[in-house]
């Protein structure tokens, strides 16, 4: 594809006191190997010295801008860099993330070969720690319309993800600013999917190509917020879109409880972690047949046993052996082998949920 027949995709970066990775993470959009790229970097009130590292960059690289505005949430900074924004096709990006240097490029790929109905094409992303080494990483392929298989669960998986049609972006306003107002931030990127989902088609390219970061103080980290912001978000779910069936939605409550669990064993607080798995468990049993759920309890179990006994002097827990070499996120991207270990009752499930439609879309 050459420069004159590329279609202009405009990178959003929003940056909140975000020194410590705000330099890899534009490095990583501005290695893109596609070649029409525009690079909006929406400091927002940062006071650590953010925005003179991207003054920087900036300076050698004509393609980045950086906007400075007062503190105003996650949702505005992104809704300014899109007024900033004209390219035809929008691509968010956290402050803390990185993309493999082809993201761009497949997804663009994947979408000039769809239909001119889908409007948001996604990839896969795997968790990396703050060193840049994977933790984990899951695969889903959900395609088409797919507004059930969203309220089901976040399958784009965060906000770094996407690439989308602007025309439909500013269609539904861009990014909710009102979850911010009611103490209700981390789930704006999911609201807004499901407004994109309404309107148009869904499309994989089926590669990781995103290191999604997790870190201490990430926004995702406070787990009460992110309970608020899902609840707020299944409500204007739900009443859009009263035919769709209840027990859709206590599903979602089940994989939203078990992800809860998953953020609290990653800041260690096994209790809370072990708390959210049972929870989960309660209103959908069947997720005991997922492995990373069983191992998930019996590791917090475990955990929480061990501090009981060494309380009580019985005894040091034992650590958990090295489970093979740390993967940088890179090497993951070149070497992952792609497949779905899903279990037959989920495969099951999600083909249930995918042939779910709402009884009207929006045009």
């Not at 992110?226 to 409550?253: G, T």
């Not at 929870?279 to 917090?300: D, I, M, T, W, Y």
């Not at 495969?347 to 042939?355: D, L, S």
């Amino acid at each position: 594809m050459g420069d004159a027949s590329a279609e202009l995709v405009s990178v959003i970066i929003p940056a909140f006191n975000a020194r410590a990775t705000i330099a890899q993470t534009l490095r990583s959009a501005q290695l893109q190997r596609y070649p029409a790229l525009e690079i909006v970097v929406v400091d927002d009130g940062s006071h650590d010295g953010t925005g003179a590292i991207v003054a920087e960059m900036a300076r050698d690289d004509p393609r980045v801008t950086l906007i400075r505005q007062a503190n105003a949430g996650v949702a505005a900074a992104r809704n300014a860099g899109l007024t900033a924004t004209r390219g035809q096709l929008i691509a968010p990006l956290d402050a803390d993330d990185l993309w493999h240097p082809d993201k761009i490029a497949e997804q663009v790929r994947c979408l000039s070969r769809c239909d001119r109905g889908t409007g948001l094409v996604y990839c896969w992303s795997a968790d990396i720690d703050e060193q840049g080494m994977v933790i984990r990483c899951g695969i889903v392929r959900s395609e088409g319309q797919v507004y059930a298989p969203l309220v089901l669960a976040n399958f784009v998986g965060n906000s770094s993800v996407p690439l989308m049609r602007r025309e439909l972006v500013e269609g539904v306003g861009g990014w909710d600013m009102n979850l911010r107002e009611a103490d209700a931030q981390g789930c704006e990127d999911w609201l807004l999917y499901l407004k994109l989902a309404e309107r148009s088609l869904f499309a994989l390219a089926p590669a990781v190509l995103v290191g999604y970061r997790q870190t201490a103080g990430a926004m995702s980290r406070n787990v009460p917020r992110m309970r608020r912001s899902y609840s707020r978000v299944m409500r204007a779910a739900r009443d859009a879109h009263p035919e769709l069936p209840s027990i859709l939605f206590r599903w979602s409550r089940a994989e939203f409880d078990f992800y809860c669990a998953q953020l609290c064993w990653s800041t260690r607080d096994h209790s809370l972690a072990a708390f959210y798995g049972l929870r989960a468990l309660g209103r959908e049993p069947s997720l005991f047949h997922r492995v990373s759920a069983k191992n998930l309890l019996l590791e917090a179990t475990r955990r929480l046993a061990g501090n009981a006994r060494r309380r009580s002097g019985a005894g040091a827990q034992r650590e958990d052996p090295q489970r093979g070499k740390p993967v940088p996120f890179d090497a993951l991207v070149q070497n992952a082998e792609l497949r779905s270990s899903e279990a037959a009752h989920f495969a099951a499930r999600r083909r249930y949920v995918e042939a779910i439609r709402v009884s009207q879309l929006a045009h």
